[in-house]
């Protein structure tokens, strides 16, 4: 078997976080090595190196994942992210709808809603910041540490059956 690295380029804190507790541990056995890296605060020369090297790799693969922002879909948003960073293929971009909370929101069971006294939601695709802020119980000291419980107590084939582009993210890895 020849050695497969994958490089997972990501926003922040908060995409890394829920990486490398929800889905990383499913695709380890997958590859050789896996890394996580934040774009977000890398100027685009750089990132365009890095996916550049990336791409020379023999057994390398690569992922972005990224905010659909204020983009209309999830297309329209691949192909700014191939302009803006010019040596990414359109087919290794991950959107996530709308923002990475969706997906930490899209596990809460029905059990752990009434738990934790979340708010239900319907529409996991459309969860902002905001919407995941205001959602956030006055037990918990900031959002951080509402993340972390919400991670641990992660309903994967719920997350997967309520967030299109978290199951989008799935079916790439291969992560049934």
């Not at 929101?105 to 695709?125: C, H, I, Q, W, Y």
Request: charged share 30%.
């Amino acid at each position: 078997m020849s050695y497969k690295r994958l490089f997972v380029l990501l926003e922040g804190d908060d995409d890394k976080r829920f990486m490398d507790s929800v889905v990383l541990p499913r695709i380890a056995k997958t590859y050789h090595s896996i890394q996580v890296v934040k774009y977000a605060q890398m100027k685009n020369e750089k990132l365009i190196a890095y996916i550049t090297s990336i791409r020379a790799m023999e057994g390398a693969e690569y992922l972005i994942l990224t905010d659909i922002d204020h983009e209309p879909c999830a297309t329209r948003k691949k192909q700014k992210i191939a302009q803006d960073y010019k040596s990414a293929e359109i087919e290794k971009i991950i959107v996530v709808k709308k923002e990475i909370e969706s997906w930490y929101l899209a596990g809460l069971n029905v059990e752990n809603t009434k738990r934790l006294r979340v708010s239900p939601m319907n529409d996991f695709d459309e969860a902002t910041k905001e919407t995941f802020d205001k959602l956030i119980p006055r037990a918990f000291i900031n959002r951080t540490d509402f993340m972390i419980e919400l991670l641990k107590c992660y309903a994967f084939d719920r997350a997967k059956s309520k967030s299109g582009s978290f199951r989008y993210l799935c079916a790439k890895l291969g992560i049934t």
